[in-house]
C-alpha cells in the first residue's frame, strides 16, 4: 500500500514545526520531525565531547544512535532511554546540528531511520531535504519560509518562553550562519523541490499557514 506523504521543507524559524504537528494532528498522520534526528545526534556528539572534524567519529554515533520518539501533545524525545526533549531547542545544539548535517556520510547513515516513519495511514515530514532526497515521490510538497529577520523574532519570542537566555542579534547572525551553510552545503542542500508549493509565511498567521497546506492535501489526494 502507498502510504501518503506531506513534506514541508524550509529554513529555520519559518514555522515548519508548528505547521507540521498542527497538520498531522488534524490528518491523523504520523509526524517526523527530521530536525529532532539531527539535534539528538549533536546532542549524542556534544556529551562525548567529539571533535567536530572527526567524521568517522560522528558517523559511528550515527550508526549507534538509540532514539525513541513518543508523539503526544508535545514531542518527547529520548536518547539511550533519557529524555533529551528539553536540550534539543538550545542554539548550541542547534548550530552543532547544522555543521554535523553538512557531512555526506552522516546523512546516509541516517536516512533509513528517516524512511522508517513512513507508516499508514500517512505521514507529514518535516525538515530540509523531505521532498528533495528523503521522500523525493511525496504526493504534495511545500517549501515554507519566512524572512531571517521574522524567523529570528519568532525564534527569540520561543527560548524566551521557554526561559532559555536569548540574544536577538545574536539570533538573527546565527539563523544567516545556518541558512548559509544549510543552502551551501554540497549534500542535500535546502532548496524547494520543482514541484514543491512555496508559502512566505513573513505576513500570515500560523492560522492562514496551516489552512493552505490543509487545502494542498485535499487538493493532491
Ligand atoms: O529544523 P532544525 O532547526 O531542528 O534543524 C537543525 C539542523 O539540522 C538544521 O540547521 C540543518 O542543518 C539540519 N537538518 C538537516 N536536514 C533536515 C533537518 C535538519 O540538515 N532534514
Not at 47 to 67: C, G, P, R, Y
Not at 125 to 153: H, I, N, Q, Y
Request: with cysteine; aromatic share 4%; proline share 3%.
Amino acid at each position: 500500500m502507498n502510504v501518503p506523504v506531506l513534506t514541508i521543507d524550509g529554513p529555520s524559524g519559518a514555522g515548519k514545526g508548528t505547521v507540521s504537528r498542527s497538520v498531522a494532528k488534524k490528518l491523523a498522520w504520523h509526524y517526523l520531525d527530521s530536525g529532532s534526528i539531527y539535534r539528538s545526534l549533536a546532542i549524542a556528539v556534544l556529551d562525548e565531547s567529539v571533535d567536530l572534524q572527526d567524521i568517522d567519529k560522528i558517523v559511528a554515533i550515527a550508526k549507534n544512535l538509540n532514539l525513541e520518539f513518543e508523539c503526544g501533545d508535545e514531542l518527547i524525545v529520548k536518547l539511550n532511554k533519557v529524555d533529551i526533549t528539553a536540550r534539543l531547542p538550545s542554539e548550541a545544539t542547534g548550530n552543532t546540528a547544522s555543521i554535523i548535517a553538512a557531512y555526506p556520510e552522516v546523512r546516509a547513515v541516517l536516512l533509513q531511520k528517516q524512511k522508517d516513519f513512513q507508516q499508514a495511514p500517512g505521514l507529514v515530514a518535516d525538515g530540509r531535504d523531505m521532498g528533495t532526497v528523503v521522500f523525493p515521490s511525496a504526493e504534495t510538497k511545500v517549501f515554507l519560509t519566512a524572512s531571517a529577520e521574522e524567523r529570528a523574532s519568532r525564534r527569540y519570542k520561543q527560548l524566551k518562553e521557554k526561559g532559555i537566555n536569548a540574544n536577538l542579534v545574536r539570533i538573527t547572525k546565527e539563523i544567516e550562519a545556518r541558512d548559509r551553510r544549510d543552502q551551501q552545503r554540497e549534500t542535500a542542500p535546502l532548496k524547494a523541490s520543482d514541484d514543491a508549493f512555496y508559502i512566505d509565511s513573513s505576513n500570515l498567521s500560523i492560522d492562514q499557514v496551516i489552512e493552505e497546506v490543509m487545502n494542498l492535501v485535499h487538493n493532491e489526494s
